[in-house]
């Protein structure tokens, strides 16, 4: 018979309660980090799904530069004598383009009016489909005018911008495939697609999409890069569209006489800046102070003579909105061709 004495009974004791101890933590050590990352009170859980991330305010800074918006060469979608156009620099082969196209169409048809669309090459050079898509686009113009250019664009969106597939989709809009493909290899509109992408990089577009939202009158314009949420466009147009209603509500004098005095000299007019309400009567008083000179806006049918020390009163019809470049339409030395300034109607 063994006997222990009551060193090692605690002996074993203390080995039993060591077994213990360590089984424990091995346990927490495995299973209790994961337990407590994952099972998280409902309460927490769910009050952290409840907040959402604040959207950031669009970044939209002035655009210079921008080419004017000509309809007789650019393609417009929507009203041409909206107050806004957005102007989107785009390539048929980039994804982030194809994401962006409804969103344009959501821009138009929210504004009923208010704001075009208008369309400009930016093909990426790492796009190989990219710069014969967009010169096959300019081919179905050439066939269908503006309407087939913009079913042309949709169907790539669509579809796909493959340069096997060009024909194909050519015949699918109803245009001669023939006619279409001699276009498109005789690089006709290969000039025009390169001349818009320099101008889109004149005016800060680097890459796909960009646009530039563009006041059509005042010629206010800001750049809006990427394919941003239409709440992001809507946020810069109202914007702009406030402005302008500010401006047409300035201290501008409505439905009564005002003279503006104008100095004109060699080789400037001043002010080179003219501000109207629509339906005002405005008259512009020339004073000639050195050279003989002349005064023209063709598009309101105005040209007058403005001798040297002599003054000159032209009456402006003030009924149609826009933004008319004047200048002077006679012989007046070196300096002639600057001699230019700007008629906005609010």
Request: aromatic share 8%.
């Amino acid at each position: 018979m063994t006997v222990h004495t009551p060193r090692q009974l605690w002996f074993g004791v203390s080995l039993a309660l060591m077994g213990v101890i360590i089984g424990y933590g091995i346990a927490v050590g495995t299973n209790g980090g994961t337990k407590t990352e994952t099972n998280q009170p409902p309460q927490v859980a769910q009050k952290q799904q409840a907040q959402p991330t604040p959207a950031p305010s669009p970044s939209a800074p002035a655009a210079q530069n921008v080419p004017p918006v000509d309809p007789e060469k650019d393609h417009i979608r929507g009203n041409p004598d909206a107050t806004i156009a957005v102007i989107e620099y785009s390539d048929f082969e980039c994804p982030f383009c194809k994401r962006h196209h409804p969103t344009m169409s959501q821009i138009v048809e929210e504004y009923d009016g208010k704001v075009s669309w208008v369309y400009r090459h930016f093909p990426l050079s790492f796009h190989p489909n990219a710069q014969p898509s967009a010169e096959a686009a300019e081919c179905a113009n050439d066939q269908g005018g503006n309407n087939a250019f913009w079913q042309y664009t949709d169907l790539l969106f669509e579809r796909g911008a493959d340069k096997n597939n060009l024909i194909s989709y050519a015949e699918e809009l109803g245009l001669d495939t023939n006619a279409f493909e001699s276009c498109l290899n005789s690089g006709k509109y290969t000039r025009h697609v390169n001349e818009d992408t320099a101008g889109g990089s004149a005016a800060g577009i680097s890459g796909t999409p960009g646009n530039i939202i563009y006041n059509l009158q005042t010629k206010e314009a800001r750049l809006l890069s990427g394919a941003q949420p239409f709440e992001n466009f809507k946020t810069v147009i109202d914007e702009m569209l406030v402005e302008k209603a500010k401006a047409k509500e300035a201290n501008i004098p409505s439905n009564a006489d005002r003279t503006q005095m104008v100095h004109v000299s060699n080789w400037s007019f001043t002010p080179e800046t003219i501000t109207a309400k629509e339906g005002e009567k405005l008259s512009l008083h020339f004073m000639g102070i050195e050279g003989n000179h002349g005064f023209a806006i063709p598009a309101l049918g105005i040209s007058a003579s403005i001798p040297q020390g002599e003054s000159t009163v032209v009456a402006i019809p003030t009924d149609t909105p826009g933004t008319y470049e004047f200048f002077c339409n006679v012989p007046c030395g070196d300096g002639h061709k600057d001699m230019k300034g700007t008629l906005t109607i609010l």
